[in-house]
C-alpha cells in the first residue's frame, strides 16, 4: 500500500509561481509511475503531468507544457509539480497519484493510489 500526501497549494495572481509537493509512504517512489493530475468544478480529472518510474522520461499536457515542470527525489520519496506563469484556468484541486505497475499512462484510471488533493486558485 502507498499513502501519498500532497501541499503546496493556495492562492496566488495570475502569472505567479507555486511548487506542490508530494511525499509517499510504503513503497520506493524509484519503483513508482509518478503523476499530477487535477480537477476543476463540475470538470472531470485531467492529465498535467507523469514522470516515469526511475525519473525515465516525463510527459506534460498541452496545456501546461512550457510552465509546468514534473520532478522527484527519490531520497525524499518526493516528487514536486513546479508551476510557472500561472493562468486562471490553472484554477483546480491538484492530485498525485502513483501507478505501480509502471504503465507510463496519462489516464487516471491507471493509476493506484491518490492523494487527498490540494486546492490552487489562481486569480486575474
Known amino acids: 500500500q502507498v499513502q501519498l500526501v500532497e501541499s503546496g497549494g493556495g492562492l496566488v495572481q495570475a502569472g505567479d509561481s507555486l511548487r506542490l509537493s508530494c511525499t509517499a509512504s510504503g513503497r520506493m517512489l524509484s519503483t513508482l509511475d509518478m503523476g499530477w493530475f487535477r480537477q476543476a468544478p463540475g470538470k472531470e480529472r485531467e492529465f498535467v503531468a507523469v514522470?516515469?518510474?526511475?525519473?525515465?522520461?516525463?510527459y506534460y499536457a498541452d496545456s501546461v507544457k512550457g510552465r509546468f515542470t514534473i520532478s522527484r527525489d527519490n531520497a525524499k520519496n518526493t516528487v514536486y509539480l513546479q508551476m510557472n506563469s500561472l493562468k486562471p484556468e490553472d484554477t483546480a484541486v491538484y492530485y498525485c497519484a502513483a501507478d505501480g505497475n509502471r504503465r507510463g499512462s496519462t489516464q487516471p484510471r491507471e493509476y493506484d493510489y491518490w492523494g487527498q488533493g490540494t486546492q490552487v486558485t489562481v486569480t486575474s
Open positions: 514522470n516515469r518510474w526511475l525519473g525515465r522520461s516525463t
